[in-house]
């Protein structure tokens, strides 16, 4: 949506008339107006969520009279409730005739209310901001061609390595006072007691290793996997950031503060499984949740903009996961967590397996 736009209203009755006009900021103001006739049908339904909510003495909830009613909470406030009722219907109608792809809640501001006369509002609310994509391929064919051979290459160094940290695991520790050692004398006195590396330790390992050369060749193969996988996300967050840099977008507040409070509920969720409140770990690392937000926000910024590139790319590809695919990812959410909801667990499914195969489609932009 480029310009201001007043269209012909639809055959819904919800509504007279609205004008849609861009706003910066990726947001939208939308002047509508709601035909009396219209918003006082919702009178009854006022009157009673009004006379559910409300307590008079001397009668029950939901029974009070509608004379008693109106004296004890106003005109007004039934007015409000009537119109409350017209605007959530009349937005959800507006937003359809006119696409507007809005996200998160409006703020609506009532500019005319008075019985008998046409009900009168403004609403501003953050839209799914435009975007002009990039060459997609070609920054993605860089991004690969970028990539380091070397990140999946496994040296005798890597075995090496993965022996001494095995011998280390079983290293006994009873007669050394580490406390007194400096870290070199800490280094040297676990160095000296590594068990010898032979065909009975590594059997000792498992059931897996049959001799040493067995253990190498499997360790080999684990290591050439995980470089393997390291590799993929390396590359990823390379084609990442070679589209997000290359693409320009209007981020709405709404969005940035959605994935900020993401994070959040993340880091509380990480921090209190190792015991630690946010509370706490706020006063011992002398910072606000402001201050912490702040550090996080351009992170968010650039996670939020990632996904609408994804979405846009999923969108003109054409590319989506099959319904057989999200119900076995949702599956999976709620075995691992009794308490989600079905619907959510949906929609992050459907995101989260929509996101792999647009990866998986610029992976081949090389080919």
């Known amino acids: ?112 209310l008075a019985k008998g006369n046409p009900l009168e509002f403004k609403a501003v609310t953050a839209v799914v901001p435009e975007i002009k994509l990039p060459d997609y391929r070609a920054l993605a064919a860089t991004a690969i061609k970028q990539a380091s051979p070397k990140d999946i290459e496994v040296t005798d160094k890597d075995i090496d390595d993965a022996i001494v940290r095995v011998r280390k695991a079983h290293v006994s520790h009873e007669g050394h006072d580490h406390a007194k050692m400096t870290p070199e004398e800490h280094e040297k ?29 499997k360790v080999r193969l684990m290591i050439g996997e995980n470089k393997k996988d390291e590799a993929k996300e390396k590359t990823r967050l390379g084609i990442a950031d070679a589209l997000t840099d290359a693409t320009k977008i209007g981020l709405p507040d709404v969005m940035i503060e959605s994935e900020l409070n993401r994070t959040q509920a993340q880091f509380e969720q990480d921090i209190e499984r190792m015991g630690v409140k946010l509370e706490d770990y706020l006063k011992h690392a002398k910072k606000s949740l402001e201050d912490i937000r702040a550090e996080w926000r351009p992170h ?42 079905r619907e959510r667990a949906a929609t992050y499914a459907e995101t989260i397996l929509t996101n792999e195969k647009v990866f998986q489609f610029l992976e081949k932009s090389e080919k």
């Open 300 to 341: 968010a910024e650039k996670k939020a903009k990632l996904q609408l590139i994804l979405n846009a790319i999923a969108t003109k590809e054409n590319i989506k996961p099959d319904q057989a695919e999200i119900d076995a990812e949702v599956s999976h959410i709620v075995s691992h967590y009794k308490d989600t909801d």
């Open 189 to 217: 006195s676990i160095m000296d007691s590594l068990p010898e590396f032979n065909d009975e330790f590594v059997r000792g390992l498992g059931s897996d290793f049959t001799d040493v050369e067995d253990f190498k060749k």
């Open 1 to 112: 949506m480029t310009s201001k736009q007043s269209l012909p209203k639809t055959n819904r009755a919800s509504y007279e008339s609205a004008t849609v006009t861009p706003l910066d900021g990726s947001r939208v103001e939308i002047i509508g107006v709601i035909s009396s006739s219209e918003w006082e049908k919702y009178r009854p339904q006022a009157l009673k969520s009004l006379n559910e909510t409300v307590t008079i003495d001397g009668f029950r909830k939901g029974n009070v009279p509608e004379n008693i009613l109106v004296a004890k909470v106003g005109e007004a406030a039934i007015l409000e409730e009537m119109a409350e009722s017209a605007l959530s219907r009349a937005y959800v109608e507006i937003a359809i005739d006119h696409k507007i792809d809005a996200i998160g809640k409006p703020h609506i501001q009532v500019t005319k």
